[in-house]
């Protein structure tokens, strides 16, 4: 919520009547300057007031989505991990802050010591700086504690290189599936530091724009059964390319799959030099006569097919084909949320506990990428769907790994073939 501050026992104003309008309003002339004042002073005492987590801040009708609230959870989870393994505050770049809630929960929960809040339209600015002032004030002890911009994102990431301006953090909350700044944006982020990248480019990750996917990720995207996860796998594939390419590598920490949108995010960690290992950047096939899925490697091109005998495989690729989370990072989110009691391990209904715990799961470097739809293994089977955590069971005591999927709640993650999938799901309801 906005603060307000008393200048006499009769007045306030807002935070920003204490700060220049933006550029583009103070080329008109006084009397509309300050009719645009009471215009914004009058939204910002007018706005709707939100919370997250404890953090208070405010909206007016600049975009916002209450259900990107765990997303948020998760990276503010991992930016004070990331502090307390540095030893230090971090330097955090918000690329399309938009009202700034991300920043305000970087610098009141995250362990950020700086946070640079950037969004290309100027009217977000109001809204922005009365968020920040009101959790911080902009100096603090001599130092800097966060500042406002609004250029294009691509133009940001070239001043920042060009000034040696570098990041522990750069959170990058796009719409769309633009990919025009992944390489601009990992020339500032430090070695050892954190990208998180945002899509809601459903369309490319459902296999309905393979040209639009391949000129974006570098990836050629057909329809599978599990494109949400698809989509995943392009975005880290697309950024493993671009970090090649500048002569690092990356590997994802955790990729989180949200409904709304469709929303597909994942934070990366940029390490130094190039990793020549493609070993978990290949190709995914799937069968649609027999529902069989399967990884293929770049020496198995011209070979592929599926167990079944059918030549007619599905293909998708180039996709990160590894797991899509760092147990040791979600093992250690998980443990900071329990102590920051936004998870309970005796709640069956918390959200965010069942989400990192599903997470942990899906780490088992045997679980091959995508995932078997139950409702599709009961309809081969001509029999009503088993229970998700009994047909796990029966997989593990089988020896096979097998786990929930955070992106398909009524799905498993398995590399037990489609076939055997049948057969237990059949000896499970005889």
Same mark, same amino acid.
């Given at each position: 919520?906005?603060?307000?501050? =008393?200048?006499?026992?009769?007045?306030?104003?807002?935070?920003?009547?204490?700060?220049?309008?933006?550029?583009?309003?103070?080329?008109? +002339?006084?009397?509309?300057?300050?009719?645009?004042?009471?215009?914004?002073?009058?939204?910002?005492?007018?706005? &709707?007031? %939100?919370? %997250?987590?404890?953090?208070?801040?405010?909206?007016? *009708?600049?975009?916002?989505?209450?259900?990107?609230?765990?997303?948020?959870?998760?990276?503010?989870? =991992?930016?004070?991990?990331?502090?307390?393994?540095?030893?230090?505050?971090?330097?955090?770049?918000?690329?399309?802050?938009?009202?700034?809630?991300?920043?305000?929960?970087?610098?009141?929960? /995250?362990?950020? @010591?700086?946070?640079?809040?950037? @969004?290309?339209?100027?009217?977000?600015?109001?809204?922005?700086?009365?968020?920040?002032?009101?959790?911080?004030?902009?100096?603090?002890?001599?130092?800097?504690?966060?500042?406002?911009?609004?250029? $294009?994102?691509?133009?940001?990431?070239?001043?920042?290189?060009?000034?040696?301006?570098? #990041?522990?953090?750069?959170?990058? @909350?796009?719409?769309?599936?633009?990919?025009?700044?992944?390489?601009?944006?990992?020339?500032?982020?430090?070695?050892? /530091?954190?990208?998180?990248?945002?899509?809601? @480019?459903?369309?490319?990750?459902?296999? $309905?724009?393979?040209?639009?996917?391949?000129?974006?990720?570098?990836?050629?995207?057909?329809?599978?059964?599990?494109?949400?996860?698809?989509?995943?796998?392009?975005?880290?594939?697309?950024?493993?390319?671009?970090?090649?390419?500048?002569?690092?590598?990356?590997?994802?920490?955790?990729?989180?799959?949200?409904?709304? !949108?469709?929303?597909?995010?994942?934070?990366?960690?940029?390490?130094?030099?190039?990793?020549?290992?493609?070993?978990?950047? /290949? #190709?995914?096939? $799937?069968?649609?006569?027999?529902?069989?899925?399967?990884?293929?490697?770049?020496?198995?091109?011209?070979?592929?097919?599926? +167990?079944?005998?059918?030549?007619?495989?599905?293909?998708?690729?180039?996709?990160? &084909? !590894?797991?899509?989370?760092?147990?040791?990072?979600?093992?250690?989110?998980?443990?900071?949320?329990?102590?920051? !009691?936004?998870?309970?391990?005796?709640?069956?209904?918390?959200?965010? *506990?069942?989400?990192?715990?599903?997470?942990?799961?899906?780490?088992?470097?045997?679980?091959?990428?995508?995932?078997?739809?139950?409702? %599709?293994?009961?309809?081969?089977?001509? =029999?009503?769907?088993?229970?998700?955590?009994?047909?796990?069971?029966?997989?593990?005591?089988?020896?096979?790994?097998?786990?929930?999927? $955070?992106?398909?709640?009524?799905?498993?993650?398995?590399?037990?073939?489609?076939?055997?999938?049948?057969?237990?799901?059949?000896?499970?309801? &005889?």
């Amino acid at each position: 919520m906005s603060s307000l501050f =008393l200048l006499t026992p009769h007045r306030t104003i807002s935070p920003l009547s204490l700060s220049p309008l933006p550029k583009s309003l103070q080329l008109l +002339p006084p009397r509309c300057q300050i009719q645009a004042r009471s215009r914004v002073d009058a939204q910002l005492t007018t706005s &709707t007031s %939100e919370s %997250e987590r404890g953090v208070e801040f405010t909206t007016g *009708d600049l975009f916002y989505r209450r259900e990107s609230a765990s997303a948020r959870d998760l990276a503010v989870l =991992l930016s004070s991990i990331a502090q307390r393994r540095l030893g230090r505050g971090l330097r955090v770049l918000d690329a399309m802050c938009g009202c700034g809630v991300r920043s305000v929960r970087y610098l009141s929960q /995250g362990g950020a @010591d700086f946070v640079w809040a950037n @969004d290309a339209f100027e009217g977000c600015r109001p809204r922005i700086l009365a968020n920040l002032s009101s959790v911080t004030p902009r100096f603090s002890r001599d130092a800097r504690r966060w500042v406002i911009t609004h250029f $294009h994102a691509n133009r940001l990431f070239c001043e920042c290189y060009l000034q040696k301006e570098f #990041f522990d953090l750069v959170d990058i @909350d796009s719409f769309g599936g633009d990919s025009s700044f992944l390489r601009s944006a990992l020339c500032v982020v430090k070695i050892g /530091g954190f990208l998180y990248l945002t899509s809601t @480019d459903g369309r490319s990750s459902g296999g $309905h724009r393979p040209s639009r996917s391949l000129a974006s990720y570098g990836a050629y995207v057909q329809p599978m059964p599990f494109s949400n996860e698809v989509g995943l796998r392009m975005l880290i594939g697309g950024a493993m390319r671009e970090a090649s390419a500048l002569g690092y590598h990356i590997s994802p920490v955790f990729s989180y799959y949200s409904y709304h !949108g469709p929303v597909f995010r994942v934070m990366l960690k940029l390490g130094k030099g190039k990793d020549d290992d493609i070993s978990q950047y /290949g #190709f995914i096939g $799937h069968c649609n006569k027999c529902g069989h899925s399967q990884t293929f490697s770049w020496d198995e091109l011209g070979q592929i097919s599926c +167990p079944c005998g059918n030549a007619k495989v599905l293909v998708s690729g180039p996709l990160w &084909t !590894g797991p899509l989370h760092s147990a040791e990072y979600v093992g250690e989110m998980l443990e900071l949320a329990r102590e920051w !009691g936004w998870a309970y391990s005796n709640d069956k209904n918390d959200d965010l *506990d069942r989400l990192l715990n599903v997470m942990i799961d899906e780490c088992d470097p045997q679980l091959p990428p995508g995932y078997i739809k139950v409702d %599709e293994i009961a309809k081969q089977a001509k =029999l009503n769907s088993p229970p998700i955590s009994t047909l796990i069971h029966a997989l593990k005591m089988e020896g096979y790994a097998a786990s929930r999927s $955070h992106v398909e709640p009524n799905a498993i993650k398995t590399n037990c073939p489609m076939a055997s999938c049948i057969d237990f799901a059949m000896k499970i309801r &005889t």
